[in-house]
């Protein structure tokens, strides 16, 4: 098993800011199309405005296999 960190567009009927509203997480899985699949299922949990995984579109997937030196600094707007 691998890390991935996908990040996923919410579509527009869920969201007031649509092409901005992402969701990011951090999975375990074989290769890139498991990986999408469990980003998409935990983004859809809890919340009942998208009934289709495949309408939260993929904008990255990236395999987690390198250390980044230094901070890193949240700078999306608020």
């Known amino acids: 098993m691998k890390q991935f960190t ?3 567009l ?3 009927y ?3 800011s649509f ?3 992402t969701y990011m997480t951090c999975v375990e899985a074989e290769d890139v ?3 999408i699949v469990k980003a998409q299922n935990e983004a859809m949990a809890g919340q009942v405005s998208v009934t289709d995984p495949d309408d939260l579109a993929v904008i990255a997937v990236i395999a987690v296999i390198a250390v980044i030196a230094g901070e890193r600094q949240d700078v ?3």
Do not use: C, K
Request: charged fraction near 30%; aromatic fraction near 6%; charge should be negative.
């Open 6 to 8: 996908v990040i996923l």
């Open 33 to 35: 199309e498991h990986a």
């Open 14 to 16: 869920a969201t007031d």
């Open 10 to 12: 919410w579509p527009d």
């Open 76 to 78: 999306a707007p608020r």
């Open 19 to 21: 092409g901005t509203d």
